[in-house]
């Protein structure tokens, strides 16, 4: 994966969650080469990071009521 070519949202999410591969598959070990140096990228994982964290939050301080 090249500097020009960003992975795509769906995979970044993937493997943000643990659920692209495991660390020494290839398509893993490029994506996080990729994220050493892109900041583009890097800053895309941040937001879906901060994302999903405020999702958890949500879910635990204020759960949904059962009917």
């Keep these: 994966m ?3 070519t960003h992975p795509a949202g769906w995979k970044l ?13 290839p398509v893993v070990v490029r ?3 990729h994220l ?3 900041h583009r990228c ?3 994982a941040e937001k ?6 405020a999702m958890r939050a949500a879910l635990v ?3 949904v009521p059962v009917r």
């Design 31 to 33: 994506l996080e080469e």
């Design 13 to 25: 999410e993937l493997h943000l969650m643990g659920r692209l591969g495991s660390p020494e598959c």
């Design 2 to 4: 090249s500097m020009n």
């Design 61 to 63: 301080d204020e759960p």
């Design 48 to 53: 879906i990071t901060e994302f999903a964290q």
């Design 36 to 38: 050493l140096g892109c």
């Design 42 to 44: 890097l800053d895309q």
